[in-house]
């Protein structure tokens, strides 16, 4: 190992890149990161495969640390910061409104994980390579971080692509036209990077002439049934003291994929607000699938076939109509800030730790309270600027939220149980 130099190699060659190229490009990588958080947002309501919703969750998330680690660098290239948000170039805003328009599960699958996101692989592994090793070094430690993520998720989209595909799920028509308009863009680009022969042919908008719609009703699997409106348990009987009301808790934390619906509409939907809003809704729509994630393990562990219970989905299709701020209110107040008063979140650990001992809930119940203090945190940062209200208003709009909320909610069990009278 290199020990002059800090072990950094080549110290004596010189890089391809100076500040301002250095800058052009890594605005070219922000600015893809930073609009699939918001596209991925944007199709997560839309998409079937539960496997597909929980790791759109994810990637949203590691966009986003993405973009925000580039935002910063960019800003230390002499890029002022009013400037750092801009469209670095027309073919990759085309690139990123088609993809915003997969109209299916296998569409985004290859769009995202065979076209787009292995184009920037092959781009940072090549900027890593040539830049200036000691000057750029921050941007050389930005971008393996960045790789490691990236790796991960094309090596999960390869996997699951070979899984639809081998269970007959796997729609090949949409996808190859598809993925061959998204190369298109990004020859035209010139690449990600910009670094190879641009096509002087701009390929015309497809799909995207037509502005996209949040769906009305979130999506599931079919063989998951129904969605409902209203909590459906596990639908069985219980013999143990408090194990209905166990596995009833690790029904609901399941069923938080609705929760990380609603704030994909938010994350979406809501213009306008300051970068830091939209980094922190990722990370609380991260922690809602995480908590769905956290149901699923508990359920499995006890194995209960929680896929073949009606999904519950209230939370974004009795919201979904609603202005973002309602929504976030609703959510970040109504239900997070509420859930911090006795019994709440704590009361729910107890419960695991000391009625039921249940060592795997007891440390999924732990962790989801301390999440719920960062939400309702996150709540009393942005609702008042969303508002442009005090806080005191703001809890006044999230009771009467609510109060609509369960209302309907009540009104889809009184049908649903009418229609089994009849």
Known sequence: MEISFTGIANPHSIGAFGVDANAKILQRYRFIHERLMFISAAQLPARHNWDVKTAMGRHIYEDAEAADQLRTRVSHLRTPLANVGQEPDPALTLLMDEILHAHTDSEWLAGVYTVIKPALIEAYRSHIQRTQQIVDQPTIRILRSILLDLEEQ??????????????????????????????????????????????????????????????????????????????????????????????????????????????????????????????????????????????????????LNWRSRPQYTSDYDINIEKIPSAQYAWLSIGIEEGAMKRPGKVGEFEFCRDQVKHPLMTQFQDYDWADEVVHASFGRTWTPELFGEELGFIREVAKHELDHFFSEVRKAEEIAAAEDEI
């Open 154 to 303: 094309v090596n999960w989209g390869e996997a699951v692509i070979a899984h639809l595909k081998n269970e007959g799920e796997w729609e090949e028509a949409g996808s190859e036209e598809l993925c061959t308009l998204l190369k298109r863009c990004i020859l035209a680009a010139g690449g990600m990077s910009n670094e190879m022969k641009r096509s002087s042919e701009i390929p015309e908008r497809i799909r995207s002439f037509q502005v996209y719609q949040l769906p009305k009703k979130s999506q599931r699997e079919a063989r998951m049934g129904e969605t409902t409106l209203y909590r459906t348990s596990m639908g069985m009987k219980f013999e143990k003291p408090n194990e209905d009301r166990l596995v009833g808790m690790m029904r609901v934390r399941q069923e938080e994929m609705t929760a990380a619906e609603l704030i994909a509409a938010v994350l979406w939907s809501q213009k306008g607000m300051p970068w830091a809003f939209y980094r922190d809704l990722a990370r609380h729509l991260w922690d809602e699938v995480r908590h769905a994630l956290f149901g699923q393990a508990a359920l499995e562990a006890e194995g």
